[in-house]
Each structure stands twice: as structure tokens, then as C-alpha cells.
């Protein structure tokens, strides 16, 4: 069973960054990102094949938000930038055995037990 374990969330001001970091303790194929936000239900924010090559994000975090990964070292990363307050949220990293990124939180075999960001206006 790999475990995934996440690190780098915190309170920022809105307008700032942040990097999560989810360490995988094995092998993973694609990774994927979510975020529960109170009182809402857990959303897709994006995702990264086994390769890195393809990534694709929710619009609501496109253009702000980029997810890298080491293979080297079982690590996938959330670079976020331009904070917003409606980015506050319990981030969770996800990862599966399928090497293909998906946008379904069905499809991922393995997740971390969640890191939450705080952005203040």
C-alpha cells in the first residue's frame, strides 16, 4: 500500500504563493490535486501524467496554478500563485496506478491526508 504524505499549507495573504509538496512512499502512476472548501464538497483542481508531459487544471485555478512532479522522488508539487480567498480549502494530493491523469476522484487508488491553505483578504 503506497501512502502519500503532504506538506506546505498555511495561512497567506491573498495575491501571495504557496507550494504543496506529496510525497509518495512508492511508485505511483498519474497524480491529481483536489481541495474541500467548508461547507462544499471536494473539488478537482488538476492533474499530471506518469511522464509530466500532460497536465490539465479546473478553470478556476488555470493560468495561476501549476503542478510539477519528481519521479525520482515519488513527489508531485502544487506551485499555487495569486491567491484567492475562494482558494481556501483542504488540499489533497491523489495519486493512481494508471500512468494516464484523470479528473475523476474515483479514479485515484491512493491519497494524502490533506493539508489546508488559508488565504486572508
Known amino acids: 500500500q503506497v501512502q502519500l504524505v503532504e506538506s506546505g499549507g498555511g495561512l497567506v495573504q491573498a495575491g501571495g504563493s504557496l507550494r504543496l509538496s506529496c510525497a509518495a512512499s512508492g511508485r505511483t502512476g498519474a497524480w491529481g490535486w483536489f481541495r474541500q472548501a467548508p461547507g462544499k464538497e471536494r473539488e478537482f483542481v488538476g492533474t499530471?501524467?506518469?511522464?509530466?508531459?500532460?497536465?490539465d487544471y479546473s478553470d478556476s485555478v488555470k493560468g495561476r496554478f501549476t503542478i510539477s512532479r519528481d519521479n525520482a522522488k515519488n513527489t508531485v508539487y502544487l506551485q499555487m500563485n495569486s491567491l484567492k480567498d475562494e482558494d481556501t480549502a483542504v488540499y489533497y494530493c491523489?495519486?493512481?496506478?494508471?500512468?494516464?491523469?484523470?479528473?475523476?476522484?474515483?479514479?485515484?487508488?491512493?491519497w494524502g491526508q490533506g493539508t489546508r491553505v488559508t488565504v486572508s483578504s
Open positions: 491523489a495519486a493512481r496506478r494508471a500512468f494516464g491523469f484523470s479528473y475523476r476522484d474515483v479514479d485515484y487508488d491512493y
Open positions: 499530471i501524467s506518469w511522464s509530466g508531459g500532460n497536465a
